[in-house]
């Protein structure tokens, strides 16, 4: 039995289309700074772990707001900072590096969100 192209072609589209994902878009400030903001209560972070895609060269504002108590942590440009329960932090830092980085909380291995910088 012969498979029509026209069905394996299709078949194909929807499996790339499965696998490419994407990332999101960080808010950018008029001075070109690549914001992201994370939520993270009740033990998860709100809304999931989003992928966000970051010009390589750009400045990062990593705003992060917890329940809990622990240190964030920018793996890969090994940058972090704390921030306590109840409350937010930001880290400020230039993504000159290129690849996919991990933002965790440190102590509870709990990813945060990732960063795709190209």
């Known amino acids: 039995m012969r498979a029509r192209p026209a069905a394996v072609l299709v078949a194909c589209l929807v ?3 499965g696998c490419a994902g994407g990332a999101a878009a960080p808010q950018v ?3 070109g700074v690549q914001r992201i903001e994370v939520t993270y209560a009740g033990g998860a972070v709100t809304d999931g772990v989003v992928r966000y895609a970051v010009p390589l060269g750009s400045p990062v504002e990593l705003m992060v707001a917890s329940d809990v108590a ?3 942590h920018v793996h890969g440009y090994d ?3 704390f921030v306590t329960a109840g ?3 930001t880290l400020r830092f230039t993504a ?6 991990e933002v965790e909380l440190e102590q509870r291995g709990m ?3 990732e960063l ?3």
């Open 70 to 72: 622990d240190e964030v």
């Open 15 to 17: 499996l790339i289309a």
């Open 29 to 31: 400030t008029a001075e």
């Open 87 to 89: 409350a937010s932090t």
């Open 116 to 118: 795709e910088v190209s």
């Open 96 to 101: 000159d590096l290129p690849g996919v980085f």
């Open 111 to 113: 990813p945060l969100t």
């Open 79 to 81: 940058r972090r900072t």
